[in-house]
């Protein structure tokens, strides 16, 4: 068994692997990237460089294509596909070809496409093309589970109209944890006052402990605590501030079966970590595409509805579904087109969408999860675990190597449990370092994220970052905190 295969499976089991003497070395790093069966996806992303990223205007060329021996011109250190990812090569003759289709045929591309374009489908189709692209990735049953229509919070808006029904006198509140991401607050805050309730009564935030951790324990006897006026469970199913992920089946049925409905937000967790919506039992869940999915900015987003809660049936001659907010792209598409008052929803997730949706974006979409349909959430996840654990592994020597007594310069906020993670580690600054640490990982061609005010996160991700690329921002990171 290869030292990498070792690691994988060490770390499947929520164990930490050993690392040899020479494991901070460009060499060891480079013999991982050797040994890693995903680096070909690498080539399919066109990451930033030095150069590119202190572009003032554009001058018609991508990073990548000037000069070969410029060192300026090499990828950069892209470690942010938890906020934005790489562009997939793929995009830009998916995008041609959708304009040349309208160019060239018009509004008769929503029914027809061309054999040798790359867009398997018609645009009225694309969505559902897409569904199923994505359908293994958030692990649903079948594509009838899953529709890709708007954005995260738009989505997120469409399924509380759907699954978070209050009573003013019964189940009323809904539990979160205690930093959702804003924009799940201002929806969860102006979903409640909608209903004419008080957000002060009605949300309740379950707290971590004093390290950021949420344990299972803590939402579980938060669940307790309310289980006779809970309406709704919603959590991120990994929290993007400290990087936790959470566990969701245990979670979800131990609150479905105290009579709460369960959504999640999986943001930071489509593409990142494997997931089984339909045999966990969720109820609903949302997601975005620009992150590890890398569709683009504000690219068109995801929402998981079970199949239970997606049936069409008919009564005296009527649909009879679960209520929702309509619209005409929600209805069969049989019936779509007769412009009929009576609304008549597609059977499942994809009956809750409601306008026609952007094929532009949707042709984003497609080509960005065309990479993923060459390969499994299981590999990219095994190549995620040891990844991460290297770069935590690297950033537990810096901290060894401080001088003693020193009050060290960093920690990791995130858990070490290799399960109770995705590939993001997140670190808590000194205060004081921060401004510093930006600046020279800016100056040093290094991408990644900043929370203010002393949290920065490292996200190697998979798809397309090396292990050389860990080992490279480890002595730009160390140089930085030590001024």
Known sequence: MSDFASKVAILREGKKPEFPSNANTLEYAQSLDAQDELKHFRDEFIIPTRASLKKKALDGTMPGTQTKDNKDDEPCIYFVGNSLGAQPRAIQSYLQSHLETWASIGVNGHFSSFPNSPLPSAWQDLSAHCSTLCAPLVGAASPSEVVMMNTLTVNLHLMMASFYRPSATGRHKILLEWRPFPSDWYAFQSQIELHGLD?????????????????TERILAAIDDHKHDAALLLLPGIQYYTGQLFDIPRITAYAQARGLVVGWDLAHCAG??????HDWNVDFAVWCTYKYLNAGPGAMAGAFVHERHGKVDMSGGKPVFKPRLSGWYGADKSVRFNMDKEFQPT????????????????????????????????????????????????????????PEGEEPAFRIITPRDPLQRGTQLSLLLRDGLMDRVAMALEENGVVCDKRKPNVIRVAPVPMYCRFEDVWRFMEIFEGAIRG
């Not at 957000?199 to 949420?214: C, G, K, T, V």
């Not at 991460?388 to 690297?394: F, G, H, I, P």
């Open 272 to 277: 990142n970590v494997e997931l089984q919506l």
């Open 347 to 402: 059977a499942g997730a994809q009956g809750f969408q409601i306008s026609n949706p952007s094929a532009i974006d949707l042709t984003s979409l497609a080509a960005a999860l065309s990479v993923f349909d060459r390969t499994s959430m299981k590999d990219l996840r095994n190549k995620a675990l040891v990844l991460t654990a290297y770069t935590e592994y690297l950033l537990d020597e810096i901290v060894r190597r401080q």
């Open 199 to 215: 957000p002060e009564e009605s949300m309740i935030e379950i707290q971590p402990d004093a390290n950021l951790y949420l344990s």
